[in-house]
């Protein structure tokens, strides 16, 4: 029986080719986009759920309120997690892991060319490899980091380094002083993994690196601490005593709160970085996702009711031969599953045509695996379930429904039940659609808002150089060297870049107590006048230029409560010299932070210690070229600096860097409303094709009256018209209140302007009248003696 039902399904199929066609097209490119954004969506909650002790494992989290405002810190003295363990039975193991704040420099010591910048190496204890679930493919696992200068690397970086040789046994040089033993090699961490690491070195090396490190191992907040658990129900009580453990490290804050928070919900949880996922947008993407799918199977539904009339004989001559409701059921089933089947085959086709593309588009990395994975792969059995269900569960009701007595006698009274539905299937895909559009409007509004806000500041050709301690005692050559390079306009020192982080101290508030925490920068005299910046109040005179003095923004004036004039008084230790008026030098979507500068005037001083680090700006007249004044640059660099890599970014891709997420969802609204407009558009393109079909005899019969061929087109187009006004009226308070609801994230936002509806239901009529105006000027355009011989 069900080989039966295949075959006159496959022969309705056939038959009618061109609904067929439009149909499993539409279907298999709702499908596909659908699974495209799903990747991302579970790519982004299956973070670190790999690890075997993945829901035992926390990791330490400090909270403390500063001015109005909660700041969280990770980092935690060196002895907190001994003592932890030592002190709580309920903690089996713990994990201090110390991530580099900026690149490090390895070499090959049997290869001196190859020399990289390395920004994932990390320092960790031996329980490392036992805690988290990385796998070893070469070496010996037993005492793995319990040693100083021993180290495990990942397969590319052994494949980087070496080549197809065993890295095992061998050495590599860090930061051009320390040989580091290569004990083993792991397995490259996994796309979906928050801790990504090439070099894992062990963590008691630290202190013996230099007297820095020392003082950071024995007092420094520098490691962030893992702990594992005997299980989940231990975390309120391991809470509780943090602060009593941490208090007998003689380095720990009173006045912060401390909590645990997992290791599997950090990615898209409480974290403080814009590293971590946006869970308002993978909601918002996955909603998308569902709503794409929905106007895909509405297509069919309402393609498939609406040709329910020529069929309907079929239905009736085998009710008469004894066809029950349930085997037509099961026969229409049957199509629709086919349908489904050959859709979800194309959709396979188009994902892996547009995987790349959409990668690129969001700057994603989804590994092989991931997507070979039984979870995923059985969210795609999911999705063809799901569709083959919904897709064929009204029409097989409807078409199995009609009665036939009616249909033989020529009286289908019931053709018009699927009227209303499709009615509703239209307006409801363009509902979606027109909303999308404004949705798409409003998002690039706000980040061309953001991207164009004044800064206060010049950022437009200013390069960015990253130097280090081993520039030292040339710094002030390698400085003249550059600005004395034609196409470079100015130039100075930071200790800190812009809009990459930044460091802070602590005062308090000089009327009200309050505890106040500043951003602070240790620049050159010269900082001021490359970036651009205005004053509020000028220094008298030169002499702030000789360093020691401190220049603060507007709003740290306010925030530190100084009253009356405030150049001469003492902040930090530091005497306030002059008032900068406010510039951003975080994202603009923060609101105007406090800052201070500490002008130094021997940087060589300030780069002795080969660790020390900072930023050399460099504005570039426009009209040089670029590309030759930067090659020019790294031959001073490495003239000054042979032993670290040259590296450079712009200013302004800096701070466009902030807007990662706001640029990833407008890119992702504007491609996916064109395919929610495209697969609407499918639709409509059938439906009216089978309206223009179904009134032929009409058509002639208007034509041979009289009727011109605009008239005709009126006709055919008034109906779809109608929906789309009603579309717009439904889409406009729900894409309104979408969007006033994700401004508010923001502290600055642009107003919703009524423009933006308006224009977004011209764009959905214009969309709509020129779907509709190619079938029905054709439809109009036929010979009405055809049309009235037409059967």
């Not at 590599?172 to 090439?198: M, Q």
């Not at 297509?299 to 009736?316: D, F, I, P, W």
């Not at 960015?464 to 081993?470: D, Q």
């Amino acid at each position: 029986m069900f080989r039966n039902y295949l075959k006159i399904a496959a022969r309705n199929i056939w038959k009618h080719k061109d609904y067929s066609f439009i149909n499993i097209v539409g279907l298999a490119m709702g499908m596909a986009v659908s699974m495209l954004i799903l990747m991302f969506v579970m790519h982004e909650y299956s973070y670190d759920k790999f690890h075997k002790n993945g829901d035992r494992i926390y990791s330490i989290l400090a909270a403390i309120k500063m001015d109005g405002r909660e700041m969280q810190f990770k980092n935690f003295n060196a002895k907190l997690g001994p003592k932890l363990k030592e002190s709580m039975p309920e903690i089996q193991d713990f994990v201090r892991v110390q991530e580099s704040y900026q690149a490090v420099v390895i070499k090959n010591p049997e290869n001196f060319s190859a020399l990289f910048s390395e920004p994932n190496f990390i320092f960790a204890d031996p329980s490392f490899f036992k805690v988290f679930s990385f796998k070893i493919k070469e070496g010996s696992v037993a005492d793995m980091l319990n040693k100083p200068y021993k180290m495990v690397i990942s397969e590319r970086t052994a494949k980087k380094y070496f080549g197809e040789k065993d890295p095992v046994g061998k050495t590599l040089l860090y930061e051009g002083k320390h040989l580091f033993e290569i004990i083993a090699v792991a397995e490259n961490p996994p796309s979906n993994s928050t801790l990504n690491f090439d070099f894992v070195a062990s963590v008691i090396t630290i202190p013996q690196l230099s007297e820095q490190d020392k003082n950071m191992w024995e007092h420094a907040g520098a490691f962030n601490t893992y702990l594992l658990l005997d299980s989940e129900n231990s975390v309120r009580k391991v809470e509780k005593k943090i602060l009593t453990a941490g208090i007998e490290t003689d380095d720990f804050d009173k006045k912060a709160s401390y909590s645990l928070e997992g290791f599997t919900t950090i990615h898209l949880g409480n974290n403080s970085t814009d590293s971590g996922g946006n869970t308002k947008l993978i909601k918002i993407f996955a909603g998308i996702a569902s709503l794409i799918l929905f106007l895909a199977l509405f297509n069919y539904m309402s393609l498939t009711t609406a040709r329910s009339t020529q069929r309907a004989k079929e239905v009736g001559v085998r009710k008469v031969a004894g066809a029950g409701r349930s085997g037509l059921i099961k026969q229409f089933y049957t199509e629709s599953v086919l349908v489904c089947c050959i859709a979800f085959a194309l959709s396979f086709a188009f994902v892996e045509l547009l995987r790349q593309p959409f990668y690129n588009l969001l700057d994603l990395k989804i590994d092989a695996s991931f997507l070979l994975s039984p979870t995923f792969l059985g969210v795609l059995i999911g999705i063809l379930l799901f569709s083959a269900f919904v897709a064929g569960s009204y029409p097989a009701l409807i078409l199995s429904g009609f009665s036939p007595i009616e249909v033989l006698k020529g009286r289908l009274g019931s053709q018009q039940k699927g009227t209303v539905l499709r009615k509703i299937f239209m307006v409801f895909q363009f509902t979606v659609s027109i909303a999308l559009i404004v949705c798409s409007f409003i998002v690039r509004q706000q980040l061309s808002f953001m991207q164009n806000v004044k800064l206060g500041l010049n950022k437009d050709q200013m390069l960015n150089i990253p130097i280090s301690g081993s520039i030292g005692k040339n710094y002030f050559s390698f400085k003249n060297e550059i600005a004395e390079l034609a196409g470079v306009e100015k130039v100075a020192f930071s200790s800190t870049g812009l809009y990459k982080g930044y460091n802070m101290f602590f005062s308090q508030n000089k009327s009200t107590q309050k505890d106040v925490s500043i951003s602070y920068a240790e620049v050159d005299a010269d900082y001021i006048n490359t970036l651009g910046l205005a004053w509020k109040v000028k220094p008298e005179g030169s002499s702030w230029r000789n360093g020691h003095g401190m220049l603060l923004n507007e709003t740290a004036i306010t925030e530190l409560g100084l009253k009356g004039n405030p150049l001469g008084q003492q902040v930090f230790n530091r005497t306030v010299v002059g008032i900068l008026k406010n510039f951003r030098f975080a994202s603009t979507k923060n609101e105007k932070l406090p800052m201070g500068l500490f002008i130094i005037s021997d940087t060589t001083n300030r780069l002795a210690d080969e660790q020390s680090s900072g930023i050399l700006f460099a504005k570039m007249d426009p009209k040089s070229n670029i590309v030759e004044k930067i090659k020019s640059i790294e031959k001073i660099y490495k003239k000054y600096s042979a032993d670290k890599p040259f590296g450079y970014y712009f200013l302004d891709d800096a701070f466009n860097d902030t807007f990662k997420t706001e640029i990833r969802m407008s890119k992702m609204f504007t491609v996916f409303t064109a395919f929610a407009i495209f697969i609407a558009c499918m639709g409509l393109f059938g439906l009216v094709t089978f309206t223009a079909e179904t009134r032929t005899k009409e058509i002639g019969i208007r034509k041979v009256l009289g009727a011109s061929i605009a008239s005709v087109v009126a006709l055919l187009s008034k109906d779809f018209i109608k929906l789309v006004f009603i579309s717009i009226l439904l889409a406009t308070p729900v894409a309104w209140y979408l969007m006033n609801q994700w401004l508010q994230d923001f502290t600055e936002r642009i107003e919703i302007t009524w423009w933006v509806f308006g224009l977004s239901g011209i764009l959905a009529v214009i969309i709509t009248f020129a779907t509709v105006s190619y079938q029905s000027i054709k439809a109009a355009l036929m010979n009405p003696v055809k049309s009235l011989k037409t059967d």
